[in-house]
Structure formats: C-alpha cells, structure tokens
C-alpha cells in the first residue's frame, strides 16, 4: 500500500499480426521503449489497447507477456474491464498474481446505471482487492462515471483507492484533486494534452499512450525541479502530434498506434475490425509527425 503512484506511465496499444492474432513482437517492442524512454511505470489494457475488442485470453496474455516483459523494472498498472463485480474481481485477482502495483475499474458497459449503481459496483470490486485500486472515469469516452462529489465519497468509503485516471480538461481535474483533499494521486490521460496545466492542477501524474510519451518525461521532470519554462518549451514541440491523435479514441486507435509503429521502424499494422481505416492524407501525417520525434530511444 506504500506505492508512491506519480509520473509518467505509458499504456501500451494492443498490436495485431496478419493473422488478426496478437503480436508477441511488438508487445514485447512497446515495452522496451518505455524502460528505455524513462517512463515512471507502465499500463496495460485501457481504451488504447482496444480492451472491449480483446477476449479474456488475450486480456490475461496482455497482463503475463508485459509482467514478464518488464520483470519488475517498473511498475505495472492493469486496466480491468468486466460487466459484473465478479469479472472484474477475477481479472484484479490475475493482474495481483502477475505482479500489478494497480488495478484500474473501467465502469461496466451499461449505461443506463445511476451514479449510485456504480459506486455499489465498485465498492463490490474494491473491498475484495488485494491491490491498491483506482477507476478510470471517462464518461466523455464511455458514456459512464463519476461526479467528483461521488469520487470523494467512494475514497472515503475504501482505504485502498487510492488513484483516479480522470479523462478531462485539467480544469475539472483541479476540481477533483480538491474534492478528494490528497486522498488520491490524481492522474490524467487525453495523450498528455495540457500536460503543465494538469501539473499545475494538482495531478501525480499522467498515462497517456506511447506516442510522445519520453517527451512528456522530461516535461514532467521539468515541472517538478521548477523550469516551467523548458517544459512548456518541450510541450509545444510535442503539441501538434498530440492534437492530431487524440480526435477521439477511433482516430486515436488508428493514427496513434501508426505513429508508434513508425517511431519503432514498424512498417505495416494490421487493424481488429471494427476499426477506422487510416486515409492516405492521414498516413502522410502520421510520417510528417514521426519525422519530427525521431525514433525511440534504445
């Protein structure tokens, strides 16, 4: 329970092969760049691994190649996805065995949920966790979450939540960090966009996806010694990517996990229907943008 959760932890996209089957490869890729680009720990299984179009099989491979990958270098965080208490209990009890510091509740697929509902939901999950908890409260993304009074009342409820993944404007983020008065780390995700801002709010941290995400370590490193400056001065260099990605989850899935490839000297990528098929013009993008960050470090 004595985990410090803060920094920059990236979340790996979910690569397929000809055969629509899992890449091994790459997963394994993915990893090695985040060890090598200094992030401060590493996710699995959230919306950028395109968790809702993974079977059980796959969502437990995803968890076992990158707790093997990592081999306890950094600390991993697995998103759980599951329409009842129980399946997320399952998958929280797996991430625990394969070594997860935090196991982050996705809100069930059922929108007709009252905020209630989904307090009870994952108060079900919570008090049976062997692992420190957090949810990922996306409703712009999902359809489904929290308002920042019924996240306060849950951190009341359960000593072991102790992190939020917010998907918002660093404004409302700064809300949430006050409502909750410190009993969270705070962390955001949207690719890094308003990183200073979301620094200046309050955040511990950020999980955003691979994309940029060695740039947003040194801006993050930058904001924590004081050099405002310098991190707004990396922030800016990185903006554009990040603006081009994160038009929604869609785009994101598409165009993000291409730019990743490129930066990883990947040539072709194989989509899981249903998904967005990549445009000529945006591919050129995507090119134009992996020029400019250059490859990964190794």
Same mark, same amino acid.
């Given at each position: 329970?004595?985990?410090? +959760?803060?920094? /920059?932890?990236?979340?790996? &996209? ?11 490869? %790459? ?29 059980? #099989? ?23 996805? !599951? ?18 510091? %935090?196991? /982050?509740?996705?809100?069930? @697929? ?11 939901? +994952? ?37 072991? +939540? ?12 700064? @809300? ?15 690719? !890094? ?27 993050? #490193? ?10 707004? @001065? /990396? &922030? ?36 899981? #229907? ?6 000529? +013009? ?13 490859? &990964?470090?190794?």
């Amino acid at each position: 329970m004595d985990m410090p +959760f803060s920094g /920059i932890w990236p979340i790996l &996209y979910a690569f397929f092969d000809r055969q629509d089957r899992l890449d091994r490869a %790459l997963m394994r890729c993915q990893t090695n760049i985040c060890l090598a680009g200094g992030g401060h720990g590493m996710a699995v299984l959230g919306l950028a691994t395109e968790v809702a179009k993974l079977s059980l #099989a796959e969502r437990c491979r995803i968890v076992e190649w990158a707790a093997e990958d990592l081999n306890g270098r950094l600390p991993l965080a697995v998103t759980v996805f !599951g329409a009842t208490p129980q399946e997320q209990s399952e998958a929280v009890a797996h991430a625990a065995a394969n070594g997860a510091v %935090l196991a /982050i509740l996705q809100p069930p @697929r059922a929108p007709a949920m009252t905020e209630a509902d989904l307090q009870t939901f +994952f108060s079900a999950v919570m008090e049976r966790a062997p692992i420190p908890m957090a949810i990922q409260n996306a409703p712009e993304y999902l359809g489904i979450g929290l308002s920042p009074p019924a996240i306060a009342e849950l951190s009341r409820r359960h000593a072991n +939540f102790r992190v939020l993944k917010g998907e918002g404007p660093a404004v409302l983020i700064r @809300r949430v960090v006050e409502e909750t008065e410190g009993r969270l780390a705070v962390f955001n995700g949207r690719g !890094g966009l308003e990183l200073p801002d979301n620094f200046r709010a309050g955040c511990a941290g950020l999980i955003p996806a691979p994309d940029c995400f060695e740039a947003q370590v040194a801006a993050w #490193a930058a904001m924590e010694r004081g050099d405002e400056a310098e991190a707004e @001065r /990396i &922030y800016r260099e990185v903006l554009p990517a990040i603006v081009f990605v994160m038009q929604s989850i869609d785009h994101l899935i598409c165009y993000g996990k291409r730019l990743v490839a490129s930066r990883m000297g990947v040539g072709e990528v194989f989509d899981r #229907a249903p998904a967005l098929v990549p445009t000529p +013009f945006g591919l050129e993008a995507v090119a134009r943008f992996a020029a400019r960050l250059g490859p &990964y470090p190794v």
